[in-house]
């Protein structure tokens, strides 16, 4: 089961009380985007085997929109975060790093 730590209230979440909400840190497409590049905004996703950083929402507790990332084949949770930034918090990306030698956060362009 997946348990995920609420960055606002505190609490060591099951999945039962989450929503999962898709890929984390994903760019909007402006509007002087090509056709091409709001598709790619609206439709292509990440779908690694390993590290992947998602959105998901305390649903039955406090409501709020955090992060987590976690390891998509083996289910170890690094860390969550609030969702109000634009990047993963660099200690967590330490922290990654040393458990996943070689593993690099990707170019957000
Ligand atoms: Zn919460």
């Not at 999945?15 to 056709?35: F, K, M, Q, V, Y």
Request: glycine letters at 8%; a negative charge.
């Amino acid at each position: 089961m997946l348990i995920l730590h609420c960055p606002y209230c505190g609490v060591m979440a099951d999945e039962t009380e989450l929503a999962p909400g898709g890929e984390a840190h994903l760019r909007r497409a402006g509007p002087e985007s090509s056709d091409e590049e709001f598709m790619a905004y609206l439709f292509e996703r990440e779908n690694p085997r390993g590290v992947h950083f998602e959105r998901w929402r305390h649903a039955l507790g406090c409501g709020k929109w955090f992060h987590a990332a976690r390891d998509t084949a083996t289910l170890e949770v690094f860390g969550t975060y609030p969702a109000q930034v634009t990047e993963p918090p660099e200690a967590l990306l330490e922290t990654i790093r040393e458990k996943r030698p070689g593993w690099q956060w990707r170019d957000l362009k």
